[in-house]
């Protein structure tokens, strides 16, 4: 038993040292790394102990070409999963792309790639031969002439020649070659390696039933990657079904290793890599112990991430496109810490860890998705009877901030209105606080809707001008209120009218109070704007201060920064913006 328990700590100690050598192997640029494993006692071992996501991103970094010495220190595991993320379009296989992983692995090792051909992938390389070639068999009273030049031979009794497979597009000139190049040196290895092997092989490629093989070669591929969390399209959606806090509390826990030989090895370690420490799930992630614990987050992490990648159709080929997923994942992860928690402020790291030993990760993201996806649902359930929508009018009206919050919830998977804070205009929702945001500018909008509903007014002969949007409109109507333009009874529906110039300079002199440097609108306007609201609307003015006072309060603002240094007499219809002014007529 003690032989046993040494045996065990052994393992142990060999699997930590290899998981920190690859660790600091992933953290160097790509040529460094390729050094690293080269210059190594044992590369093949240290090769064969990264994940197959691990390898696949190293060798992309690297470039598939270049990466002919490490595909050779490789496993034949790590060469399946080359294949199948490389050579599928759908559910078609690619040829092309067959063609050029050939082309590599017979660089990297001839001899290892026929006995792989022959004794492990025979269907699917049957398949992909069935597609690239006719095949003839030369009986014995039969001249060779027969056949032409199209055909070569290796044993003067089977004849090959390369067709043209309807590609979409056609392929070119220096493919067509290279396909011809490749597929010579394939056969000439195959039966170097064992010629009646070889000879079967070859019979049996032309007694392939395309439809069927190539059905069942995906759903094998599909197994395959279904296990490291790449699932089919349809399947991967899951994981962007909204599930409530409430929910994920009643279900039961996870399994949680005790060891590290009881861990699905080896641990994908990229993503982890690529996580930025401004977060909280990064924050957990410190908190871990033991180091099993974290060894299987991140597993766990990894099959999460692979999961984004199927659902949202993403070729990983460089760690910026893996960081992007590694961030979103992180951000509702993060979401979903918080939502679960029970407490008022953000948990704390040792309870946020807590959470993630207990719960699945995949569980914990949903959780945080689904608080963006309630804000898109209740965006979409509005749009449907809003005021804006019956009138014609586009989401511009609501302004850039609002065109921006809206865009982004009403596409099909809710992105954050950014507006180039961090560099783009959409990005995931990250935070809670995010989401809180973008409520808040929705319940804005959705109570600007209700009050425009109630005014009674008619503007549908200015939805499609360009610039016409909440702002202009309501302070046009305002002004031309001042003016004395709105006598109608107040059931007749009001049209929104562009004032003229001499009449708006009289209504803007009389918004102002202070020194000229310091302008700012007199609180008797704002009261009058208030009371105007309030009396054809039929709201009370708490009614509108609680539903959409920061967002009329956020109006004069905007009227302050844009006019406060402008004179009545530099008032120019090209540049005013916040009110409809009649065009001068020549």
Known sequence: MNDDLLADDTTEKQLKRLYEERSAILHLPPEDAVKRILDAEHPAPLVHSFSDEDFYLLVQEIGPDDAV?????????????LLDMETWQWE????????RWLDRFLQADARRLSRWVLEEKADFFKLYLFKNMELRVREHDEDPSIFGNDFMTLDDVLYVRWIDYPFDPPPSAEDKNRREAVLTALLKSLAEYDFPKYHFFMLESTRVIPAESEEEMFRLRNVRLAEKGFFPYHDALGIYQALSPDRLKKTGGKFVPRRIGELMLPVPISFSHVLSRDNLFARALESLQPEV???????????LCNRIISADQKMIRDRETLKDVARKACGYLSMGIERVSSEDAPPSPNRAAALLVHHPLEDLFRVGYGAAQTLKWRAEKWRKSAWFANQALSLSFWGEEGLGVLGGLLIKRPLYFDNYRTGVVYREFAAMKDVEKTECALDGIIALDRLFARLHIDVREHAHRPFFNYKNCLLTLWAGHGLGLDRKPKEDPLRVIPLHLEDFKGFFSG???????NRRIRRAEKADFLKWLCGRSGLSAEAIRAQMGHVLEDLFKDLESEYRDVTPENLDPRYIHLFLIRKPEY
């Open 69 to 81: 010495e490490l595909l050779s220190l490789a496993a034949d595991r790590q060469w399946e999963f």
């Open 92 to 99: 078609r296989l690619d040829s092309p792309a067959v063609t």
């Open 293 to 303: 614990m974290l060894l299987q987050i991140q597993t766990e992490f990894a099959t």
């Open 511 to 517: 918004l102002w109070e202070g020194k000229k440097k």
